[in-house]
């Protein structure tokens, strides 16, 4: 199987390596040149992988073709492009709806939608899609989870969640300036909190028929201090301010779908 790339930023890169990671058995694999120091590490990284002359030269080589560009200049680039009948083109593209996809790639039969988070790298991610496809599924199971959504509206709900990353390592990031702040060394506090926070994600992975909300209540004794601390979170708005913030992004993301 011939793979493409139309954009080389951080999430063609994390796929990237984490095929190559996961040894998976492709001929080739054929990267853009717009971002010339990406393409480059990448090419350094196996021999099947090869920087094409242009975005139609990608396109030209390829049986499944990834669209990795800018919500801002997508319209631009990808209606620019001739697709081939036969070809399967999967968009990273946050915001893109099937339709405009369709209407841009002039009625390429096999579309699909699909969020990989960085994680993929190291063969750690999860990767939502839409709709399902056997290919594509194949293609990121090896570089970690696939939830295929059940349909476009629960697609961008996991596109909502995962504009939460940032706010997951700036929380970890006012608790570490804290603990410094009281004197413990930045080292000491990075460590103890990166694995006491990998530690409760794979409490919950490994434990699929536990809600959060009963999770939350297992590590929470009555009266207790983790109670406290979270009772705090929610009286001060907390709860309201993910919420916020995941409504804003969806409203983004699907504005028919938003608050």
Known sequence: MKL?????????ESVVRGLVKAGNDLEVIAVSPRNAEVAARLAALHHRIRIARDNQSVVDSSDVVFLAVRPQ?????VAGLEFHPGQRVVSFVAGLQLEELAEWTRGTPRLCRAIPVPLVADLHGVTATFPGDSVVTELFSSLGLVVEARDAAEFELFGAACCLMGTYFGLLDVIARWMM????LNEHARDFLAHLFAGLSETARASPERSFEELRTAYSTKGGLNEQVFDLFMSHGGAAAVTGGLEAALSRLAPRLGS
């Open 4 to 12: 493409g790339f139309v954009g080389t930023g951080a999430i063609t």
């Open 73 to 77: 200049v997508a319209s631009d680039v």
């Open 181 to 184: 702040a009281k004197g413990m």
